[in-house]
């Protein structure tokens, strides 16, 4: 047994191994379930992260209530695109292996030391990435408790190889980001707002105005459906801990600032 308190060790001794021992490439004409879009965003009291809710396979539309943003611990949250097969099985890891950590060592596992797991995971998954039908590139929205007196919220993004970068401000990813990551940039930047400086109301707002944007010109990804109400998912990451906004505070915000 491992005596560093690394749960996924743990699992490999016993004989586990992250997604299916396959070689070659995808059968002709399969068709992964995949899912998009995501971002992340600072705002004046920590981290907002949100996804929309559709999963497609190809042309066809799977499930419209996908849950993208993933709580791992009290304090960080995992947004997901990509393969939710492989990205749910990660995040489920992740969550036991934080865990494990916390009973077996009795602290907290270190800032550096969840993103190193979190790299580690993806590196594991490269085999079914490299076939096309289990790439995961998900975007880690924590808030450091250790970070100056109060703490700070901080968005890591990762690559298919489980390389690590911070973002300063924003991330976003998923086939809908090309369409919103400009628009980012220019509120964060010429806006006279930054986003760091942007409170809930107005950041959920925007975060509303661009997956609909996002939707608008990215078949994957999915609109806001009130008559079914369908909405994206929104979790806030801040001292207190996490928050998950609920559909009816989420409906009068997109009626207030997306559909006046």
Same mark, same amino acid.
């Given at each position: 047994? $491992? ?16 997604? =299916? ?18 971002? @992340? ?20 539309? %799977? ?15 995992? =947004?997901? #695109?990509?393969?939710? =097969? ?23 596992? #270190? ?7 979190? @790299? ?19 975007? !880690? ?14 968005? +890591? !993004?990762?690559?298919?190889? /489980?390389?690590? +970068?911070?973002?300063?401000? +924003?991330?976003?990813? /998923? @086939?809908? @980001? $090309?369409?919103?990551? /400009?628009? &980012? ?5 010429? #806006?006279?707002? $930054? ?10 707002? &925007? ?22 109400? %369908? ?9 207190? /801990? ?19």
């Amino acid at each position: 047994m $491992p005596n560093d308190g690394d749960f996924f060790s743990l699992l490999k001794e016993s004989g586990y191994r992250l997604g =299916a021992d396959v070689t070659g490439s995808a059968p002709a004409g399969f068709q992964p379930t995949e899912g998009t879009t995501i971002l @992340s965003v600072n705002y004046d009291r920590g981290v907002l992260i949100a996804g929309d809710r559709r999963a497609t396979a190809g042309n066809s539309v %799977i499930h419209d209530r996908a849950d993208k943003v993933l709580v791992i611990d009290d304090h960080s949250v995992m =947004a997901i #695109s990509g393969s939710p =097969a492989m990205a749910y099985e990660i995040a489920r890891i992740l969550e036991h292996t934080f865990q494990y950590y916390r009973r077996s060592q009795l602290q907290e596992l #270190s800032l550096e030391g969840k993103l190193r797991r979190v @790299s580690r995971l993806i590196r594991e998954n490269l085999p079914m990435a490299l076939q096309g039908i289990g790439a995961v590139i998900p975007i !880690f929205a924590i808030y450091d408790l250790g970070d100056g007196p109060e703490g700070k919220g901080k968005i +890591f !993004f990762y690559d298919a190889l /489980g390389a690590q +970068f911070e973002c300063a401000d +924003f991330a976003t990813t /998923g @086939s809908g @980001s $090309p369409a919103i990551r /400009g628009a &980012l940039y220019y509120q964060n930047r010429w #806006s006279g707002q $930054p986003l760091a400086s942007m409170g809930l109301e107005a950041s959920v707002g &925007l975060v509303l105005r661009l997956l609909e944007t996002a939707a608008e010109y990215d078949t994957a990804t999915g609109g806001t459906d009130r008559r079914a109400a %369908i909405f994206p998912t929104i979790k806030t990451i801040s001292r207190e /801990g996490i928050r998950d906004l609920p559909t009816e505070e989420i409906a009068r915000i997109y009626s207030e600032q997306v559909e006046r």
